[in-house]
């Protein structure tokens, strides 16, 4: 028997819904929107469960805010945790998973989902434009050298918001001659990305160190990240029980 601890860990920042946290130790799961309140969260979930945690999840997120992506993604390396990722995983999610010294796509469970990571740049919260003093750096420094500068700029100078890089498990894709790395430019409909992204042959995840290995892990399904909107001061009334759930 499993069981299960739901950090209540949701915050309400304007509009933005936070990233739902989950631990169940060794793993700690993080879904949903990034906002730059999240790093908050890491600070108590790592105060929390310090050395009982291992490894980071990434599942269904979007992205977000990109400080808070790469603030999360750095602790993550100096604590030594691994990362998986599980379902779709894009912009501020998918640097967070650049942190872990070891990482890996999750294995495909009985929902047959497909796990991505996408990549592109950094852009204006309001006016959406790109925001063109953003280096290559913690590209180039969290994939040890394996993405160079030049490769990075590919991705985070698309205009586009919508656009990215994505990258795919060569054992996972649905279509096994479909690309294992598309650049798409965000005008493209999802449905038909394998035919309208750009492909980049000869250009895979383990190659350019996005991934360590191929070797997929097995964990459990993700849990869908919360809908419920909460203020930081009902967190921090709550914060102190955890909700327990029980499970095989």
């Not at 509009?15 to 879904?31: K, T």
């Not at 096994?176 to 650049?183: D, E, F, H, K, N």
């Not at 965000?186 to 990305?193: D, F, L, P």
Request: net charge positive; hydrophobic share 35%; proline share 4%.
């Amino acid at each position: 028997m499993k069981r299960w601890f739901l950090i209540a860990a949701y915050f309400l920042i304007g509009s933005s819904q936070a990233m739902s946290f989950y631990a169940a130790p060794p793993l700690l799961y993080l879904g949903g929107s990034v906002v730059p309140s999240d790093w908050q969260m890491w600070e108590e979930a790592m105060s929390r469960y310090d050395k009982e945690i291992t490894t980071i999840v990434l599942h269904d997120s979007g992205g977000g805010d990109s400080g808070a992506g790469r603030k999360i993604g750095n602790d993550i390396r100096q604590r030594k945790l691994a990362t998986v990722v599980s379902g779709q995983c894009s912009s501020a999610c998918a640097n967070m998973f650049l942190g872990g010294v070891s990482r890996q796509y999750a294995a495909v469970g009985d929902t047959k989902r497909q796990h991505v990571l996408g990549y592109h740049g950094s852009y204006n919260k309001i006016t959406k434009t790109l925001n063109s003093k953003r280096t290559a750096d913690y590209f180039v420094t969290m994939t040890d050298g394996k993405m160079s500068e030049e490769f990075v700029n590919k991705f985070i100078k698309l205009e586009n918001k919508a656009g990215l890089m994505r990258f795919m498990h060569r054992d996972q894709r649905s279509n096994p001659t479909a690309p294992l790395t598309q650049l798409c430019n965000g005008t493209e409909e999802r449905s038909k990305r394998d035919e309208q992204c750009a492909i980049l042959p000869d250009v895979d995840a383990l190659q350019k160190g996005v991934v360590t290995t191929w070797e997929a892990r097995v964990i459990p399904e993700p849990p869908k990240p919360s809908a419920e909107r909460a203020t930081f001061a009902s967190w921090q009334s709550t914060a102190t029980t955890l909700l327990a759930y029980e499970g095989n």
